[in-house]
């Protein structure tokens, strides 16, 4: 890559930095970022070869390590966050399997909100206790259960996600960090459901950031992804582990996710309207019996939302009158939108949690999280509000 081609643009604004942050142009100068499908890279002597490996040129050396179209990815994303680093990963499970095992050792602790993404809940629940990391759950919403879990000395993380999934409750960040960093532990937080535009973790006090590009960072619906974002030393812990245990993210899903970053504020923008619309509709709704939403001021946790997020949600929870029969009828009336458990994409999707993402739970850890039988998770997609709503209105007509 020639040295007068390359050009970093380090723009204030979140727009500026999504289309033209971390590019670096080859020596055809491409508008559009270039995918560099390789495996490996040729080096021009034995000594330069000698010199990448031993780290004193930082060029690339394999793709498991390093990529160079993974690597305008992660400095994209670098950028948007606010970090000393990223690190890409294969999907958003390896990214937050990846941030877990760079904190925790045998013998430590980790405290875990119990309102998480289903595969979070089996690494912090079912995973790390059978490698010697003990781990305990608390209502992510309760401070003093929070305060009374860690212990000093030994708890070396705590793991939330806010907006939680899928019943869109939030935890407070900045009091958590503060727990944590007076327990002498870092604070990771999944950010998926508040995208990296709403919230921003960091400023508010977390350590580690954790993303699954696989929702609104793609929001396409095409391939798999996560990153991990963090301070300097962490990053290369994390470098570390992805260097040695292999999810690393392939080039062409890094350019589809760059691609996808070009257009991440318009569509997460116009997705928050779309549902702050619907949000207060499906509340006056007779057949809703309860609707969740960050945005709406009857949200109970309205002045935390306020405070911690610049915008609503592109999701809406709400609970049927009737239970799952009733859940189940408005989920078969639609046409528009589509029964899917994916979500930040550009199509609106519905899901079931308590007979689908939440299945693996008791019913009654599934009480504790508000997932009832008549719950119902809406992904806000693009299309036109009200198409939307009449696919929904009509649908919960006939079920009511
Ligand atoms: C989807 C999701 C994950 C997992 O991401 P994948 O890309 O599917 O591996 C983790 N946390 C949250 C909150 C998610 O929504």
Request: aromatic share 6%; glycine share 8%; charged share 25%.
């Amino acid at each position: 890559m020639a040295k007068h081609a390359k050009r970093k643009v380090t723009a204030p604004g979140p727009a500026t930095t999504l289309v033209h942050g971390g590019i670096e142009r080859s020596h055809f100068g491409e508008t559009s970022e270039a995918i560099f499908l390789t495996q490996g890279y040729v080096y021009e002597t034995a000594e330069s070869a000698e010199a990448r490996f031993k780290g004193d040129d930082p060029g690339h050396v394999y793709s498991r390590y390093s990529n160079p179209t993974v690597a305008m990815f992660e400095e994209r994303m670098r950028l948007l966050e606010g970090a000393g680093g990223a690190r890409a990963t294969a999907s958003g499970m390896a990214a937050v399997n990846t941030a877990l095992m760079a904190s925790l050792s045998a013998g430590d602790h980790v405290v875990a909100a119990k309102a998480l993404f289903g595969s979070c809940r089996y690494i912090i629940e079912d995973l790390l206790p059978r490698f010697g990391v003990r781990s305990t759950l608390v209502d992510g919403a309760d401070l003093a259960q929070w305060k009374r879990a860690v212990r000093k000395g030994k708890t070396k993380a705590l793991f939330l996600e806010s907006p939680t999934n899928p019943t869109l409750e939030l935890v407070d960040i900045a009091a958590v960090a503060d727990i944590a960093h007076k327990a002498g532990a870092k604070l990771i937080v999944d950010n998926v459901f508040a995208t990296p535009l709403l919230q921003k973790p960091l400023a508010l006090g977390a350590d580690v950031v954790v993303y699954s590009a696989t929702k609104h960072i793609d929001g396409q619906g095409r391939c798999l992804g996560g990153v991990v974002l963090g301070d300097e030393d962490f990053i290369d812990k994390v470098h570390t582990l992805l260097k040695h245990t292999g999810p690393s993210m392939s080039p062409f899903n890094a350019w589809v996710l760059l691609k996808g970053l070009e257009t991440l504020p318009i569509r997460v923008e116009r997705q928050c309207s779309t549902a702050a619309i619907l949000a207060d509709r499906i509340a006056d709704h007779p057949a809703v019996k309860r609707t969740l939403y960050p945005g709406r001021p009857d949200h109970p946790q309205a002045d935390l939302a306020a405070r911690q997020m610049s915008g609503g949600s592109t999701l809406i929870a709400f609970e049927m009158k009737g239970g799952k029969k009733k859940a189940f009828a408005v989920s078969n009336a639609l046409k528009v939108i589509c029964l899917s458990n994916n979500l930040g994409d550009a199509k609106s999707l519905i899901t079931h949690p308590s007979t689908t993402t939440h299945q693996r739970l008791t019913e009654e850890a599934r009480r504790e999280l508000g997932i009832t039988q008549g719950v119902l998770r809406f992904s806000v997609g693009l299309e036109d509000v009200e198409d939307l709503w009449a696919d929904l209105s009509r649908a919960l007509d006939k079920a009511a």
